[in-house]
T-cell receptor
Framework: ETGVTQTPRHLVMGMTNKKSLKCEQH?????MYWYKQSAKKPLELMFV???????ENNSVPSRFSPECPNSSHLFLHLHTLQPEDSALYLC??????????????FGPGTRLTVL | KQEVTQIPAALSVPEGENLVLNCSFT??????LQWFRQDPGKGLTSLLL???SQREQTSGRLNASLDKSSGRSTLYIAASQPGDSATYLC???????????WGAGTKLIIKP
């Protein structure tokens, strides 16, 4: 156990559905991250939150909408997704973002399939 | 733009062998380099973190080295076991913003 949990572990949705992914960290960290992992490709950083403020958005389509209500919880709201959005979505946290305490701890991921 | 490459993409060896996984990066302005393990259908587990001022880190049967000037890191696994089968990922944290840049991983299979 890394101290980072994600729900659901698996999600199948149609292109017109709206769903949300949830991440929770029990490590007292100040930074949280969403990554997308597609087959045989490097992890893609989607969003970074530091102290509940979004600090990076790496040109992610607006059909992905993050929310960070507090430093322990992170959501990824999904709507009108495309089949190419099918991937493993990973959440991570670190003590800080802009310091040497950047070692990241990952959740188990949500396997998303868009039909 | 930093690029991280891991070769080979897949590796299969008999149990008991010592092996080396490679990671190379194009920009030497890194803060640290991290090696992770990912089991099928699961998240990532941090194995070793090497600061840019360090040459190597060891944990049990694992040893990671870093040659920042040549843009290379290796992960050495001694006396491999079937339980070592997983995908191994390396990531470099940039000096400028500490953002992690990832390799695509090496899928390792240890045959009993």
């Amino acid at each position: 156990e890394t101290g980072v949990t994600q729900t659901p572990r698996h999600l199948v949705m149609g292109m017109t559905n709206k769903k949300s992914l949830k991440c929770e960290q029990h490590l007292g960290h100040n930074a949280m991250y969403w990554y997308k992992q597609s087959a045989k490709k490097p992890l893609e950083l989607m969003f970074v939150y530091s102290l509940e403020e979004r600090v990076e958005n790496n040109s992610v389509p607006s059909r992905f909408s993050p929310e960070c209500p507090n430093s322990s919880h992170l959501f990824l709201h999904l709507h009108t997704l495309q089949p190419e959005d099918s991937a493993l979505y990973l959440c991570a946290s670190s003590q800080d973002r802009l310091s040497g305490n950047n070692e990241q701890f990952f959740g188990p991921g949500t396997r998303l399939t868009v039909l | 733009k930093q690029e991280v490459t891991q070769i080979p993409a897949a590796l299969s060896v008999p149990e008991g062998e010592n092996l080396v996984l490679n990671c190379s990066f194009t920009d030497s302005a890194i803060y640290n380099l991290q090696w992770f393990r990912q089991d099928p259908g699961k998240g990532l587990t941090s194995l070793l973190l090497i600061q840019s001022s360090q040459r190597e880190q060891t944990s049990g049967r694992l040893n990671a080295s870093l040659d920042k000037s040549s843009g290379r890191s290796t992960l050495y696994i001694a006396a491999s076991q079937p339980g070592d089968s997983a995908t191994y990922l390396c990531a470099v944290a940039m000096d400028s913003n500490y953002q992690l840049i990832w390799g695509a991983g090496t899928k390792l299979i240890i045959k009993p």
